[in-house]
């Protein structure tokens, strides 16, 4: 919109001078949220659009701020009021979230909760204190430099195991124990066994096979 102002010149009757007018604010004022994005301001049912800036989404019943244009558009600024219920915070337009603080602690008392078709974690260091973990996983894959394990108790179970490495040393203070309905032994090369005193028990019959066979 333009004004059109008639300013008196030297030399000349009249000239016609053309200045911009500022563009009318708009107008807040109190809505609640009606179903199929309008609102209903002052009795009348107002098509709104949610402002990028406002992270609550809008429900049914929601008292909220709204800002009327000359042009009739509307759009919704805030959430002032919600009669219980949960709420879920986006951004709207935007294809991807991201939270840039110099740290981010979040209190939940009841349960933290995250479902993605991907989850990617990156971290110079990771600690986890927890009383029970339980991971259910069709398939763990996991790579590193060094692994250390600590604890009192370890219970592992499994139908199949397989461990496969180049060198392995077990260490054992006390004892060593194992139980099973039978254990095969294969070696390449050398099977070397030494011990203070060795003692080979068996119900029947203990047989030994070889080319040759050197005792004592």
Known sequence: MYLEASVPAAGTA??????????????????????????AV????VAAQRAASLLIEPEVGDSVLVAT??????????VLERQGGQACLSVQGAEAVRLRAPAL?????????????????????VN??????????SKLVTRCSAWLLSCQHATV????????????????????????????MR?????????EQLQLLAAQNVQVNGERILMG
Request: proline share 2%.
């Open 14 to 39: 009249r000239q016609t001078a053309v200045a911009p007018t500022a563009t009318a604010a708009p107008s807040l004022e109190f809505a609640h949220v009606l179903s199929g994005g309008r609102v």
């Open 128 to 137: 986890l204190f927890a009383a029970e973990v339980q991971t259910v996983v």
């Open 157 to 184: 179970s499994s139908r199949n195991w397989l461990h496969r490495t180049r060198h392995r040393v077990t260490v054992v203070n006390e004892t060593d124990q194992l139980d099973a309905a039978r254990v095969v």
């Open 187 to 195: 070696a390449e090369t050398n099977v070397t066994v030494e011990a």
């Open 69 to 78: 244009a000359g042009d009739g558009s509307c759009w919704i600024l805030s």
């Open 105 to 125: 602690h979040l209190d939940v008392a009841g349960e933290l909760r995250a479902d993605a078709d991907q989850l990617t974690l990156r971290s110079r260091r």
């Open 42 to 45: 002052r009795g009348r049912r």
